[in-house]
């Protein structure tokens, strides 16, 4: 997952530098670990992205020829918002490693174990939208930042950061709403999911303003049907 998803996944995290990397609890260490030994895993797959108030669209990426095709509906029939959205997700998500996880260790602050369930490491952090926050003890007032790790493979299962309330992540923007979600599923490979994680559902909403520009998204998209290239 490049960190233009991360939050294209939030546009806003952009914005803000890098945090120092830092030691991680040794099951969500493992998982990145893990994601770094392929940063540049070459997918072809389909997506299917969904707007409300828009017709779907699905189209598959061909990795070899960088070429994107219509399976169904109609991009151009897309208001220029939601157009505007696809076209960012599909440059983003193209280029190689863009469905991983590889590059999330330098963006995460303040990470600590918050639960373990019987199929999850749960933890908490301080994501960039909550760079004006001190601690995550504050920056869980505005906003719930949250990382899933899979018992079973050890994988991460989902990035997830929520809005609790208007805040502003910069002195120029304030955001009303903010949803950022990201569920990750192991490649099947040899008719088994024993394969990398990858992204196969990305879910975005961001509604408030930035730099004096209002700023509305709202969309999900679906990643299947992956085929390794090498």
């Known amino acids: 997952m490049r960190k233009s998803v991360l939050p294209l996944l939030a546009s806003l995290a952009l914005l803000n530098a890098p945090a120092m990397a830092a030691a991680f609890p040794a099951p969500l260490d493992s998982a990145l670990s893990d994601a770094e030994t392929t940063p540049k895993l070459r997918l072809s797959y389909s997506m299917r992205y969904e707007a409300p108030g828009e017709a779907p669209v699905t189209l598959r990426f061909d990795a070899q020829t960088r070429y994107w095709s219509v399976v169904e509906g109609d991009p151009g029939a897309l208001s220029k918002n939601a157009r505007e959205k696809l076209n960012n997700i599909k440059k983003s998500e193209s280029v190689p490693g863009g469905l991983l996880y590889a590059d999330f260790r330098k963006y995460l602050r303040a990470v600590e174990a918050l639960e373990e369930t019987e199929t999850q490491h749960i933890y908490r952090f301080l994501p960039p939208e909550a760079e004006g926050e001190d601690a995550a003890d504050d920056a869980e007032e505005v906003m719930r930042?949250?990382?899933?790790?899979?018992?079973?493979?050890?994988?991460?299962?989902?990035?997830?950061?929520?809005?609790?309330?208007?805040?502003?992540?910069?002195?120029?923007?304030?955001?009303?709403?903010f949803v950022v979600e990201q569920?990750?599923?192991?490649?099947?490979?040899?008719?088994?999911?024993?394969?990398?994680?990858?992204?196969?559902?990305?879910?975005?909403?961001?509604?408030?303003?930035?730099?004096?520009?209002?700023?509305?998204?709202?969309?999900?998209?679906?990643?299947?049907?992956?085929?390794?290239?090498?």
């Open 145 to 177: 930042a949250r990382l899933y790790v899979d018992k079973a493979d050890g994988k991460l299962a989902r990035y997830e950061v929520v809005g609790l309330k208007p805040f502003k992540p910069l002195p120029v923007a304030k955001m009303e709403e």
């Open 183 to 230: 569920d990750f599923e192991r490649l099947e490979e040899n008719g088994e999911k024993n394969g990398p994680a990858v992204l196969v559902r990305l879910r975005s909403r961001q509604k408030g303003e930035r730099f004096f520009r209002k700023v509305d998204t709202d969309f999900t998209a679906h990643f299947f049907d992956f085929e390794r290239v090498e």
